[in-house]
């Protein structure tokens, strides 16, 4: 089982940068893959980004690519979410999940989940 406890979120001004951790804890594996996850109110959870804890490699959702970047630091079981220009849309409770499911952006792979962490963005 995987524990995964996120932090950072906050009130943030539209173009304004917030950085968000998801510390890994439990039994984990070398092929599991990491994401984020976001839900606005009255809209499903939505993708946004994963990385693989091994190879480090990243895909992302497009309505975040090339304002939003993952990284891992796998000595301190930590995945990060860096997130630069925010819009008013990125408004969310942002969620850390695993999966061994490299590639996939369908919640319903993501096996275990952090509680969340809100992120407000306001103009």
């Known amino acids: 089982q995987v524990q995964l406890v996120e932090s950072g979120g906050g009130l943030v001004q539209a173009g304004g940068s917030q950085r968000l951790s998801c510390v890994v804890s439990g039994r984990t594996f070398s092929n599991i893959a990491m994401g984020w996850f976001r839900q606005a109110p009255g809209k499903e959870r939505e993708f946004v980004t994963a990385i693989g804890w091994s190879s480090g490699r990243t895909y992302y959702a497009d309505s975040v690519k090339g304002r939003f970047t993952i990284s891992r630091d796998n000595a301190k079981n930590t995945v990060y979410l860096q997130m630069d220009n925010l819009k008013l849309e990125d408004t969310a409770v942002y969620y850390c999940?695993?999966?061994?499911?490299?590639?996939?952006?369908?919640?319903?792979?993501?096996?275990?989940w952090g509680q969340g962490t809100q992120v407000t963005v306001s103009s």
């Open positions: 999940a695993a999966t061994r499911a490299y590639g996939s952006s369908w919640p319903a792979d993501f096996r275990s």
